[in-house]
């Protein structure tokens, strides 16, 4: 099983670009998060997904920040237009949904860097 | 979600066991106990979960007060690769009838392993 996968590793962009973060769940997880993680703020979620249908955005920062779920097996966070203030790791997890217990797996993440 | 309290730093020597606290005083009768942890540069990954009986596995144990107020994850035997960010979380079993797992993180506690 090849896990999570997110693309890019790194980006970096200058302030006003559009950003597009890619993510893959590990095959058969019906639930997808993606959260992010900077010093001041830490591990924080950001939307998750349920059967790619948005169940929670209240973590998305503003109306710059969307993120899709057009299928099973792909996910998008796209930042537009991205400032400094968005440099951060994001992660991107799925988990299958069953009962009460539900672990996360996590993707590796993406580091963000806005100029 | 209910709050848990951690120390933000611990530090062990290698091969000796770590015990690591959590406190949640105000836990409900229905949150799960997970605990996950974040290597240097990783995405955070799955340690063990409980509700009121002490849990093994593989990488540790899990030892539930009997209030349920108060955890401790323990590592046996402390290696170099276990420093790491080890975040407490409660996650309540019964949310809605969706129970998509979502998890809230805190600053967790950062071990450090001495050789």
């Known amino acids: 099983d090849a896990g999570v996968i997110q693309s890019p590793r790194h980006e970096v962009t200058e302030m006003g670009q559009e950003v597009t973060l890619r993510c893959k769940p590990i095959s058969g997880h019906n639930s997808l998060f993606w959260y992010r993680q900077t010093m001041m703020r830490g591990l924080e979620l950001l939307i998750y997904f349920n059967n790619n249908v948005p169940i929670d955005d209240s973590g998305m920062p503003e109306d710059r920040f969307s993120a899709k779920m057009p299928n099973a097996s792909f996910s998008t966070l796209k930042i537009q237009p991205s400032e400094p203030r968005d440099s951060a790791v994001y992660f991107c997890?799925?988990?299958?949904?069953?009962?009460?217990?539900?672990?996360?797996?996590f993707g590796p993440g993406t580091r963000l860097t806005v100029l | 979600d209910a709050k848990t309290t951690q120390p933000n730093s611990m530090e062990s020597n290698e091969e000796e066991p770590v015990h690591l606290p959590c406190n949640h005083s105000?836990?409900?009768?229905?949150?799960?106990i997970h605990w996950y942890r974040q290597l240097p540069s990783q995405g955070p990954e799955y340690v063990i979960h409980?509700?009121?009986s002490n849990v093994n596995n593989r990488m540790a144990s899990l030892a539930i007060a009997e209030d349920r107020k108060s955890s401790t994850l323990i590592l046996h035997r402390a290696t170099l690769r276990d420093a790491a960010v080890y975040y407490c979380?409660?996650?309540?079993?019964?949310?809605?009838?969706?129970?998509?797992?979502?998890?809230?993180f805190g600053q967790g506690t950062t071990l450090q392993v001495k050789p």
């Open positions: 997890a799925s988990s299958l949904t069953s009962g009460n217990y539900n672990e996360q797996f």
């Open positions: 409980g509700l009121t």
């Open positions: 979380i409660l996650r309540d079993s019964l949310h809605g009838s969706s129970n998509t797992g979502k998890l809230i």
């Open positions: 105000t836990i409900s009768g229905t949150d799960y």
